[in-house]
């Protein structure tokens, strides 16, 4: 009986509680939460998000957001206290550039768990793919705080950090970065600014003697 409900609730949330159409998303709530188990329909999500995000055909990739979207909706409404809900519907809604619906899910899950590091993490990529550094950095920063051994986080550090012109900076979380995941790219890159943070040493020290000498 419980296989049969499930079934039927996953067979109809895509159709009934989200419709992605060219003008957005249309949400119709028609479901009895109650009927939902948990464990099973967060494994069905859990695949579809998986599928969505790693698939490249577009038509697989928008029916799985479809069916994504309408079971991380019904969870978190069931259970509203679980960040990471809200922390899948906010990367869904990015993935169809519903940048509003987006934000205030990346908000949602943060204000149930304001030490969510996965959640801060996502919020920053978010930022940094809008090219909003300073955002991003801010996210990043309080990733960071949480858990300092997190690869991305240390990368994007470092890569904000050498937009912003801050070699030093830089270097400290590109190879904080390369000590948990190395590769050749990240090794060149880290030459590079090596010799960039060497060579403007090397001309702030010449500018000083120059300036004490006359």
Same mark, same amino acid.
């Given at each position: 009986?419980?296989?049969?409900?499930?079934?039927?609730?996953?067979?109809?949330?895509?159709?009934?509680?989200?419709?992605?159409?060219?003008?957005?998303?249309?949400?119709?709530? /028609?479901?009895?939460? !109650?009927?939902?188990?948990?464990?099973?329909?967060?494994?069905?999500?859990?695949?579809?998000? %998986?599928?969505? %995000?790693?698939?490249?055909?577009?038509e697989e990739r928008i029916k799985n957001i479809e069916y994504a979207l309408g079971?991380?909706?019904?969870?978190?409404?069931?259970?509203?206290? !679980?960040?990471?809900?809200? +922390?899948?519907?906010?990367? +869904?809604?990015?993935? @169809? !550039?519903?940048?509003?619906?987006? /934000?205030?899910?990346?908000?949602?899950?943060?204000?149930? !768990?304001?030490?969510?590091?996965q959640a801060h993490e996502a919020f920053g990529d978010y930022y940094f793919k809008?090219?909003?550094?300073?955002?991003?950095?801010?996210?990043? =920063?309080?990733?960071?705080? +949480?858990?300092?051994?997190?690869? =991305?986080? =240390?990368?994007?550090?470092?890569?904000?950090?050498?937009?912003?012109?801050?070699?030093?900076?830089?270097?400290?979380?590109?190879? $904080?970065? $390369?000590?948990?995941?190395?590769?050749?790219?990240?090794?060149?890159?880290?030459?590079? +600014?090596?010799?960039?943070?060497?060579?403007?040493?090397?001309?702030?020290?010449?500018?000083? @003697?120059?300036?004490?000498?006359?």
């Amino acid at each position: 009986m419980h296989k049969f409900v499930i079934t039927a609730l996953l067979t109809l949330i895509p159709l009934s509680s989200f419709a992605i159409q060219k003008g957005g998303i249309e949400y119709i709530p /028609k479901i009895d939460y !109650n009927l939902i188990n948990t464990s099973d329909f967060e494994k069905k999500a859990f695949e579809h998000f %998986t599928i969505a %995000t790693t698939t490249d055909t577009e038509e697989e990739r928008i029916k799985n957001i479809e069916y994504a979207l309408g079971e991380y909706r019904a969870l978190l409404t069931k259970h509203p206290d !679980n960040p990471d809900y809200a +922390l899948k519907l906010a990367l +869904l809604y990015e993935l @169809i !550039n519903k940048d509003r619906y987006a /934000k205030s899910l990346f908000y949602q899950a943060l204000s149930i !768990n304001p030490k969510h590091a996965q959640a801060h993490e996502a919020f920053g990529d978010y930022y940094f793919k809008k090219e909003d550094y300073r955002k991003a950095l801010k996210q990043y =920063n309080e990733a960071y705080i +949480l858990n300092n051994n997190i690869y =991305n986080v =240390n990368y994007k550090i470092g890569v904000i950090h050498q937009k912003l012109g801050d070699t030093r900076s830089a270097l400290k979380y590109l190879r $904080q970065a $390369q000590q948990i995941n190395t590769s050749e790219e990240l090794e060149n890159k880290i030459r590079l +600014l090596e010799e960039l943070n060497s060579s403007n040493a090397l001309y702030y020290q010449n500018t000083r @003697i120059h300036f004490v000498e006359d």
